[in-house]
């Protein structure tokens, strides 16, 4: 099964492509390189550019005739830079994507599309648990770009004969096992990162909000080994067919990919201690701008018709990141 994965070159489409070629699939890759790195890429066919160049998609579509379904990851990604600048977001993530799906639509016989959304798009209730029903209330122009693609490719699955799976990450953590790939920014924003950072430099660790309604008052994450998430996408390519039919939804699916495990910003602190033997200092700050309560996923559609559940815990993806970030330095840029 020959799928092509935009956005391969980054950290999680980079973990799907090594997941695929593992489980026999053939990966061809589409990237920018706007954030992701060539030598991720160039580990199967890679095209490098943008997926909203017509003429390169045109040609990518002409070279792989037998595309059984491509994975659109290709996206910008970063919550604060979005409140900044969401006109780039919309222009990168939502005014390319109708040219694309009409080249697959027209010059190719693929049918499915399988997308990289986000659980950021969810209004959580008291509880903090959603599931795929949930209230939507993207508070970012990141998230409101992930719900508006989402939108055109429902509309666009009920009005033709393709076919959709909207997979919604959770907070996707650590990197392949076998470190093929992992997360490619040395510095990332998000609360990891922050801790792999102050442990490199020896700095103090600050929590952004602390006045949310959680058992702590630090913000709630779902945590998701990348690899798990990566296993999913296979689980999906293998039974897409069955979980689009089997589904109610005019050839458009939502699945929750989290672990079902809520861990707040100062739980996290704490499993980085066990994972690594460091404990840092802790300051806290106001919330960023974007930053969001945060909420845990109800994983049971994943398990239901994808027969997948997350199998890799929070202290083996802080593992695996540090491993990663041990090995990042002597990737090529
Ligand atoms: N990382 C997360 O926490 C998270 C959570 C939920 C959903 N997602 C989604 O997963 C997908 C992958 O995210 P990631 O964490 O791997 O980010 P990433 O930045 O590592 O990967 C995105 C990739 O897309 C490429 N790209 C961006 N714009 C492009 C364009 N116009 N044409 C071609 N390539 C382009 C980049 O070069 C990069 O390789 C994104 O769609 C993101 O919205 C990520």
């Avoid at 970012?140 to 992930?146: D, G, L, N, T």
């Avoid at 959680?214 to 998701?224: A, E, F, M, V």
């Amino acid at each position: 099964m020959k799928v092509l994965v935009t956005g391969g070159a980054g950290f999680i489409g980079s973990t799907i492509a090594s997941a695929c070629a593992d489980a026999g699939m053939e990966p061809v890759i589409l990237d920018d390189l706007s954030t992701g790195l060539r030598a991720f890429a160039t580990r199967f066919p890679f095209y490098e550019g943008d997926y909203g160049d017509r003429s390169l998609v045109a040609t990518v579509l002409a070279d792989h005739p037998d595309l059984a379904a491509v994975v659109h990851c290709a996206a910008s990604i970063v919550v604060p830079e979005s409140m900044a600048d969401p006109l780039r977001y919309y222009e990168n993530n939502v005014a390319k994507l109708p040219g694309f799906v009409t080249a697959i639509l027209q010059q190719s016989s693929c049918r499915r599309i399988l997308f990289s959304s986000t659980a950021s798009m969810y209004e959580p209730d008291a509880r903090l648990v959603v599931d795929e029903q949930s209230p939507l209330r993207p508070q970012s122009p990141y998230a409101a770009s992930k719900w508006m693609v989402e939108r055109i490719l429902a509309d666009t699955a009920a009005a033709t004969d393709l076919s959709v799976i909207s997979l919604r990450y959770f907070n996707p953590v650590g990197a392949d096992p076998k470190l093929r790939s992992g997360l490619q920014v040395q510095n990332p924003s998000h609360a990891l990162g922050k801790l792999l950072q102050a442990r490199r430099e020896g700095s103090p660790f600050t929590v952004t909000g602390t006045d949310w309604p959680t058992r702590d008052g630090s913000g709630l994450r779902d945590y998701i080994h990348v690899w798990d998430l990566a296993r999913a996408h296979v689980a999906a390519l293998q039974r897409f067919d069955d979980v689009v039919g089997g589904g109610d939804g005019q050839g458009f699916e939502v699945v929750n990919l989290g672990s079902g495990t809520g861990t707040t910003v100062f739980e996290l602190v704490d499993a980085f201690a066990e994972a690594t033997g460091w404990t840092p200092v802790v300051q806290t700050a106001p919330p960023r701008p974007g930053d969001v309560v945060g909420c845990c996923a109800s994983a049971d559609k994943a398990a239901r018709v994808l027969g997948w559940r997350a199998e890799l815990g929070l202290v083996q993806g802080i593992r695996d990141a540090l491993a990663w970030s041990e090995v990042l330095q002597d990737v090529p840029r």
